[in-house]
């Protein structure tokens, strides 16, 4: 497997987790570029609350954004922005993004597409669903999503169009999608049980179903076709879809990297907005969906004590059987109440950890490896090193509020054990 030495300029990715990931004793760098196995994926999330923002004294180490994250790959163009939904995280990649136009003097609301393109040519956004804090409280009030000469590419379920024209529309919102509309287009999946979405790496992408999709796989090398080319699977990133539950059509997605042979060698699963069942760990499509993750992100909004029934939003209690009964490494519990704060995030996360050594035990199998659960923050940096690198762990990194915009790492606890430097799980 190659390796690939990119820019740090070309990244667009904040440059405090540029700097951070620097830190990284395996990681290859200089003051001007990193150096990546292909196979390495970085998930950054920048907003972990849910149903709406709320800030204050008590939400510090968690953060107070609602959900958005970003996918990094090497094998991907480094030009092209990878987002997932659109609530107020949201804003914090486009201040990194605009900040970095203008630090190469270049305006992206009055340089041609050419000038822009040297640094970012589109942002492709995958959504979840719409709801106010997954799309309105963010990507209408990111500079990225009102300039004419960046493309944006809108990919979900439910007519996203149609969404974007509501969450854009006077009096609601100063400014018609009409006025912008030239930039974006708009790829609707009907069917999210049956859809895989396949990032190529040229920068385009495929919906297909998963039948074609596992149809690919069984050939002696996989490819996948699109546009009268052929991509090798080890050079794409795959997203399978899988319908959450939830009040309105949601989408779970789930990031892989294969081999030559067409066999996962990395899987993040993202699992906002669903309301998780007890039943959920028998269930052959979801067990399909979330079974061998690296991590898993839950909506954990609830314990079973002040659980409201149809709302969509999981209790941390089932997160914990689950994540004991099921293959998973790592599980972030996020989508937290907006009213919550740290320390009850953190007796969240002690209730889903105390259900998970409750059914562990009951399994009876001390050889089965053990689940890692913690709470997700805002500006949260997951680090899936390339099995090349022969790495047993993974980096979790968040921002360490004593030295500002530092990204630090601790054992995924709480905030007050953030030691200074990066280390990788052992």
Not at 136 to 153: C, D, E, R, Y
């Amino acid at each position: 497997m190659n390796l690939i030495k990119i820019p740090t300029q070309k990244i667009l990715i904040p440059n405090y987790i540029i700097d951070c990931i620097k830190k990284i004793d395996w990681m290859e760098s200089d003051e001007e570029s990193l150096t990546f196995y292909e196979d390495d994926f970085i998930l950054i999330l920048y907003g972990a609350r849910g149903s709406t923002a709320y800030s204050g004294p008590d939400h510090f180490r968690y953060g107070s954004n609602t959900t958005s994250y970003q996918i990094w790959s090497p094998k991907l163009p480094p030009e092209i922005l990878y987002l997932g939904d659109g609530g107020s995280g949201i804003l914090e990649i486009d201040k990194a993004v605009i900040s970095k136009l203008f630090a190469n003097k270049v305006n992206p609301f009055t340089a041609s597409q050419t000038e822009i393109s040297k640094y970012i040519k589109s942002v492709i956004n995958t959504y979840t669903h719409y709801h106010y804090d997954h799309l309105h409280m963010g990507s209408p009030l990111a500079a990225l999503f009102h300039t004419n000469n960046i493309p944006k590419q809108i990919i979900g379920g439910d007519n996203p169009k149609s969404q974007f024209q509501k969450a854009f529309k006077r009096p609601a919102f100063p400014r018609d999608f009409g006025e912008i509309q030239a930039a974006y287009s708009f790829y609707e999946i009907t069917d999210p049980r049956a859809s895989v979405l396949i990032f190529t790496p040229n920068g385009e992408f495929r919906i297909m179903s998963i039948s074609d999709f596992k149809s690919y796989l069984n050939s002696e090398n996989p490819q996948i076709k699109h546009n009268k080319a052929f991509y090798n699977i080890e050079d794409c990133i795959v997203v399978k879809c899988y319908p959450a539950d939830h009040p309105d059509p949601c989408i779970s997605y789930r990031y892989e990297n294969y081999n030559s042979k067409g066999e996962v060698t990395m899987a993040i699963t993202i699992m906002t907005d669903h309301e998780i069942r007890e039943t959920d760990d028998r269930n052959s499509y979801f067990i399909e969906h979330i079974n061998n993750s690296d991590v898993v992100y839950f909506d954990g909004q609830y314990t079973n004590q002040n659980f409201i029934p149809g709302f969509g939003h999981g209790r941390v209690e089932i997160i914990g059987k689950t994540a004991a009964n099921l293959d998973i490494k790592n599980v972030l519990i996020g989508h937290h109440d907006p009213k919550r704060k740290d320390d009850e995030i953190d007796e969240m996360v002690n209730i889903s950890r105390e259900n998970y050594d409750k059914a562990y035990q009951e399994l009876n199998n001390p050889d089965k490896p053990k689940t890692r659960i913690a709470a997700a923050a805002d500006r949260m940096m997951i680090f899936i090193p390339s099995r090349q690198r022969k790495r047993k762990g993974i980096v979790f990194g968040r921002m360490n509020l004593e030295k500002g915009n530092e990204i630090t790492k601790d054992d995924i606890g709480p905030q007050s054990s953030v030691i200074s430097l990066y280390k990788s799980f052992a």
